[in-house]
């Protein structure tokens, strides 16, 4: 998987044929969903068909189990944690370190994903971001939050958007995506929360359908400016060690430097 991905494409476990479009449309991680997206009838067949798909390997394939302390979560485990095509298991509905160790000592090291999506998980993001050495990322579910927090506006979840934000840095985990923009006719809305997230320090997002991931894509990579600044700040880093002031009088130290890094590298990737 690329060291910076910024689409993640969510698609239903219950319907092959839609997977395999989703795994065509140039997402940089596709999510296949056994958890809100599949009826409860349908879990089983959900299963059984993901476990057919990634008994081949597959080019980063992430799967979001069913709740951990709910009736299908085991058997979603052990069916799918030890396939090939498995990149990761994303873990809904989070709120403990504890359920994250629990997950992690029984799925041989795979990379596991936690989604805060209630007030309890948000209060414990940095228990859970330090969990385990297998967790290898954080993020909101918000529809979940929203409705567990009685939010009408979407500024209500900007705290707990930076509280996650701020968990994963401190845990020296990647920056999280942002949770899903659900009206997929508006294209305009989603860039509009893309530019707000990334101020927020998003970084990409899920989609649920492949006609967001241009306008995620897009949103997310560097300006042409940014990488001129970037570039600058890494040229200057070189020239003389230790903190400095660029011709600009903006001031760069080693954290500057880094972001600089970032900013290039994240232009670059594959």
Known sequence: MTPYPLTWLYVPGDRPPVVAKALAAGADVVVIDLEDAVAPDRKEYARAATAELLAEPQLNVHVRVNALDGPWASDDLRALAPLPGVSGLRLPKVTSAEGVVAVAENTGGLPLYALLETALGIERAF???TAHPSLHGIALGEADLRADLG??????????????????????LAPPPQSVHPDIRDLEGLAASCA???TLGFLGRAAIHPRQLPVIESAFLPTDRELE?????????VREEGAQALPSGQFIDAAVVAAAQRTLALARRT
């Open 127 to 129: 228990s859970i971001a």
């Open 151 to 172: 939010v009408r506006d979407d500024a209500g979840l900007d705290w707990a958007r930076s509280r996650v934000i701020v968990a994963a840095r401190a845990a020296d």
């Open 196 to 198: 707000h997230g990334r």
């Open 229 to 237: 600044e970037a570039e600058t700040i890494v040229k200057a880093a």
